[in-house]
Nanobody
Framework: QVQLAESGGGLVTSGGSLRLSCAAS????????IGWFRQAPGRERERVSC???????YYSDYVEGRFTTSRDNAKNTVYLHMNSLEHKEPAVYYC???????????WGQGTQVTVSS
């Protein structure tokens, strides 16, 4: 059974950092693209980043240079390292899996990130 489980969310002050984890089971993350998304209350879900099976990474313009996504094949886990978090960025952060960085088939339950000013 394919499952994705996010963790690492919490409360951070503006300008701070967090590392989110996306632990996969039922498939090998190395063979898939894993995207990170976020959705704030009243707003549409937006893609934050993606790492494909080749290890290439893509970021939205807003997080470029502040967020980094990486993959630990031994742990079958993908990470989202978030630096310089801004007070406009609290949201539920989700990871999702796809064959490429589009048309995501599997989703996790999300982890809440709260940023205090």
């Amino acid at each position: 059974q394919v499952q994705l489980a996010e963790s690492g969310g919490g409360l951070v002050t503006s300008g701070g950092s967090l590392r989110l984890s996306c632990a996969a089971s039922g498939f090998i993350v190395e063979n898939y693209a894993i995207g990170w998304f976020r959705q704030a209350p009243g707003r549409e879900r937006e893609r934050v980043s993606c790492i494909n099976s080749s290890g290439n990474t893509y970021y939205s313009d807003y997080v470029e240079g502040r967020f980094t996504t990486s993959r630990d094949n031994a742990k079958n886990t993908v990470y989202l390292h978030m630096n310089s978090l801004e007070h406009k960025e609290p949201a539920v952060y989700y990871c999702a899996a796809a064959e490429a960085c589009s048309l995501y088939d599997y989703w996790g339950q999300g982890t809440q990130v709260t940023v205090s000013s």
